[in-house]
């Protein structure tokens, strides 16, 4: 069936409207702006709010306390930082109201140190306790957060295993099997040969990725619209700055709804590498590529085969770097 290529949702509702911040590596760029002023706060506001539950442990309020604690950890990605109180909340209170956000920071706490196969045991842990029915949608959202933290670092099996595990807890909802299934043929495409499509660049010229065979290229999937993808671009732009005139190029294909939104952005910023609108260019790249959510990130090595996924922040760099210092010389 043919995909939506209209926004996808990046944000995780999580119990009582909490959100799950997608860069599960906690390696975004540094806050400026609002966003510092917003770090600043909530930095503090953890600090007291630690203080204050070594003061008084059985406060009639302690349990809102902590549930801040999780949300704030969560939202920012704090996972290790946080990781003892939420060990050591589970370890009093294995029942607790908020057991489920503790298990997440845990969890997420060992993804960030690259332990993914301990992350995924406790990930099954959570998944056992989790009820049958109420509880899908933030299973699917936090079993994709782990999911997608395993694949920037390039941990596939991990990243298979969690989204199996997810297909055995809830595989009965046709939603979640659909979701489950093009995640597992996302995984799928690693190592494998890149689509070949003929299609044209947001500037009319013909594109195919075959012709860019001796360069490692970057397949891009991102819109205007999509915070998570402006907040990488940096990273992208600083990666071509380094490694372009060592063969590295980049392909953005935008799901943006209008051409127009696209080129004038792409001008704004001054984005040298190619652009591909989606919508009104031959041949469908998110269709190809199985896309179902951006950010979404391919690396095609020089021989045109799929070999990296969901490269964001450092690990873009790091990847680059393996590539070009591996690669033989021609």
Not at 52 to 69: F, N, S
Not at 131 to 160: H, S, V
Not at 257 to 274: H, N, Y
């Amino acid at each position: 069936m043919r995909k939506s290529h209209t926004r996808f949702i990046t944000t995780f509702v999580l119990l009582g409207g909490l959100t799950l911040a997608a860069n599960a590596q906690g390696q975004g760029p540094a806050p400026s702006g609002v966003a510092r002023i917003q770090d600043k706060h909530d930095r503090a506001l953890l600090s007291e709010l630690r203080a204050y539950l070594k003061e008084h442990p059985r406060a009639e309020d302690a349990q809102e306390a902590y549930m801040l604690i999780f949300n704030k950890a969560i939202e920012h990605d704090w996972f290790t930082e946080n990781a003892s109180i939420a060990a050591q909340y589970l370890v009093e209170q294995p029942d607790g109201p908020v057991q489920a956000l503790a298990r997440i920071v845990v969890t997420m706490a060992k993804a960030q140190e690259g332990k993914y196969g301990e992350a995924l045991t406790r990930f099954k842990e959570l998944m056992n306790g989790l009820g049958k029915d109420d509880q899908e949608e933030f299973a699917m959202n936090f079993a994709d957060t782990l999911a997608k933290a395993a694949m920037t670092a390039g941990e596939y099996p991990i990243a298979r295993q969690v989204f199996e595990t997810l297909l055995v807890r809830y595989g009965e909802s046709p939603t979640l099997r659909q979701r489950v299934r093009d995640e597992l043929n996302r995984l799928d495409l690693v190592n494998k040969p890149a689509p070949s499509l003929l299609f044209k660049d947001a500037n009319g010229q013909s594109v195919r990725l075959a012709d860019l065979k001796g360069k490692f290229v970057l397949v891009d999937f991102w819109a205007t619209w999509c915070a998570p993808c402006i907040e990488e671009l940096p990273n992208v732009q600083a990666a071509y700055k380094k490694y372009h005139a060592q063969g590295f190029e980049v392909l953005g294909v935008s799901l943006d709804e209008t051409k127009s939104a696209l080129l004038d952005f792409v001008k704004a910023r001054e984005i040298p590498w190619r652009q591909v609108h989606n919508a009104t260019g031959e041949g469908d790249l998110v269709e190809a590529f199985g896309v179902s959510e951006i950010p979404a990130t391919f690396l095609i090595d020089r021989e045109g085969t799929i070999v990296r996924l969901q490269l964001r922040g450092p690990a873009l760099d790091e990847a680059l770097s393996k590539l070009i210092k591996d690669a033989p010389t021609h």
